[in-house]
């Protein structure tokens, strides 16, 4: 029995809709969507590929080949994915090509001329190669803070989780793919439930979509395991959900950008040899997604554990660990991550008001876009307290005046202002890094309340009081909606 297919995927010219207009219409809805027309002045599509459509894969060897990667062998299965394998991208490409020279009008979907077809994955081409301009992040995609923050600071520096020599592997969520015909991506939702975007630099693919309000009837009676790949015999007495799951189909052509939301659980198929460039990411718009896949993987950790609880001398601080080397991070790296974007936010804020002339600056496009960032981390911070907050016994706390003189934070501060600067069509009005602190000082916003933030509860306290000073300032009053107090 086949699955069931009932829709496609909306698409769009990206040249043709605003920014503000993707927001609403597919960010803020969490909608898939198909873009095009935003690939044309890209140097992948002219370097990475002949004129007839076809993957240059010499230019790869030649200009890339030393680079090691992670290759998938997509006819073997692995525990959830698909068994990797380690090699360099010349090795990569060698056994594509040997692969594809007499390849038979019968292969199956997993072997090509007898020998397993391969898929490169999760390459950190940019972050390897970053004076080559490959592309330019759409405008759409642009506030990035996921890829921000790991452009100035490690999500987790727990050496048991996260290797110190290995800069490349845990350095950001900016990936090449490149596989050929019949090579595939298993059942799966993106890593931190973020969104993500990929670009069809050649090739053609085949996804299939799955709301999230159906995701459970992808899983087991347990909801521990997932179904893996779709299109296999899926027992019903596993699976008793899985023949009411109702599918989405989209079709990608080169040169398209497919918008993948939030806790969409896709499975994605190579219907022709292919490059892709793909990005996960998050900002304000689908932080609570991030935060609620980080208490559903700490309430599996802390139950994998529980019978040791008695014994364990930390059993709060092994369940971070487990969750961390898990997820990829835990409450406390998530907690510092949005208290430096608030802190981000406010900066731009307290700028903002510096240089606009307009009484009514608080309304403009740019402040409500501070305002709306900053309205989501007070939420998260709300939810994250109602299950009794971080526990400062872990060490946990952020020295605001440290973080304010930290090079990282000056980078990540300008980061956002320029990425707000494109969005909104605003100059940058700034001369020096330092210049975007100035005003916090100023202002006094530190010394309102307290030089650190070690709880759920003083972060909350931190921004009521910033926006209170920065409204005081300035008859315009800034309001963030308070309707998750009681969450």
């Known amino acids: 029995m086949g699955i069931r297919i009932e829709g496609d995927i909306e698409r769009v010219n990206g040249k043709e809709v605003s920014y503000s207009e993707f927001v609403e219409r597919y960010m803020d809805k969490n909608q898939p969507v198909v873009v095009t027309g935003l690939m044309d002045d890209w140097r992948a599509c002219k370097d990475w590929v002949f004129d007839n459509g076809k993957p240059n894969l010499h230019f790869f060897s030649t200009h890339f080949g030393n680079s090691t990667v992670q290759v998938a062998d997509c006819g073997t299965r692995e525990f959830t994915d698909q068994k990797r394998l380690e090699m360099s991208v010349s090795e990569f490409v060698d056994r594509w090509l040997e692969n594809s020279v007499q390849e038979p009008c019968n292969a199956s979907i997993n072997h090509s001329n007898g020998h397993p077809v391969l898929y490169l994955k999760d390459w950190h081409f940019v972050k390897e190669y970053p004076e080559y301009l490959a592309y330019s992040t759409p405008l759409f995609f642009c506030d990035d803070w996921l890829n921000l923050y790991l452009d100035n600071y490690r999500m987790h520096k727990d050496s048991d989780t996260c290797q110190e020599n290995n800069e490349i592997s845990c350095s950001d969520y900016r990936f090449v793919y490149m596989g050929a015909k019949g090579s595939w991506t298993p059942l799966h939702a993106d890593v931190f439930r973020s969104y993500s975007w990929s670009a069809n630099v050649c090739g053609k693919k085949r996804w299939l979509f799955l709301s999230p309000s159906q995701h459970n009837l992808v899983f087991d009676r347990n909801m521990k395991g997932s179904v893996y790949n779709i299109f296999d015999d899926v027992s019903e007495k596993v699976f008793p959900g899985f023949t009411e799951t109702i599918w989405l189909e989209c079709t990608q052509e080169q040169n398209e950008i497919i918008f993948v939301p939030s806790g969409w659980?896709?499975?994605?198929?190579?219907?022709?040899?292919?490059?892709?460039?793909?990005?996960?990411?998050?900002?304000?718009?689908?932080?609570?997604?991030?935060?609620?896949?980080?208490?559903?993987?700490?309430?599996?950790?802390?139950?994998?554990?529980?019978?040791?609880?008695?014994?364990?001398?930390?059993?709060?601080?092994?369940?971070?660990?487990?969750?961390?080397?898990?997820?990829?991070?835990?409450?406390?790296?998530?907690?510092?991550?949005?208290?430096?974007f608030c802190?981000?936010?406010?900066?731009?804020?307290?700028?903002?008001?510096?240089?606009?002339?307009?009484?009514?600056?608080?309304?403009?496009a740019l402040a409500q876009h501070l305002a709306l960032n900053l309205q989501s981390v007070r939420k998260i911070a709300f939810k994250i307290n109602s299950i009794g907050g971080v526990a400062g016994s872990h060490g946990f706390f952020l020295n605001i005046r440290e973080t304010l003189e930290d090079p990282g934070f000056l980078n990540l501060c300008m980061g956002l202002e320029r990425t707000y600067g494109m969005i909104h069509k605003q100059q940058s009005c700034f001369d020096k890094k330092k210049d975007l602190l100035d005003d916090l000082t100023n202002f006094d916003i530190i010394r309102t309340y307290s030089s650190q933030i070690c709880t759920t509860k003083d972060l909350v306290r931190f921004i009521d009081n910033a926006i209170a000073k920065i409204s005081g300032i300035n008859s315009d009053e800034i309001v963030l909606p308070l309707e998750s107090d009681g969450a």
């Open 343 to 364: 802190l981000a936010n406010l900066v731009q804020l307290c700028h903002l008001l510096r240089d606009c002339e307009n009484p009514t600056w608080s309304s403009s």
């Open 265 to 340: 659980y896709h499975q994605v198929h190579n219907l022709e040899d292919t490059i892709s460039i793909n990005h996960n990411w998050f900002n304000a718009y689908n932080l609570s997604w991030v935060w609620n896949l980080l208490l559903r993987d700490y309430n599996e950790a802390k139950g994998y554990i529980e019978d040791i609880r008695d014994i364990c001398d930390d059993f709060e601080g092994l369940c971070q660990r487990n969750l961390a080397a898990n997820t990829g991070m835990n409450f406390y790296d998530f907690f510092i991550f949005i208290t430096h």
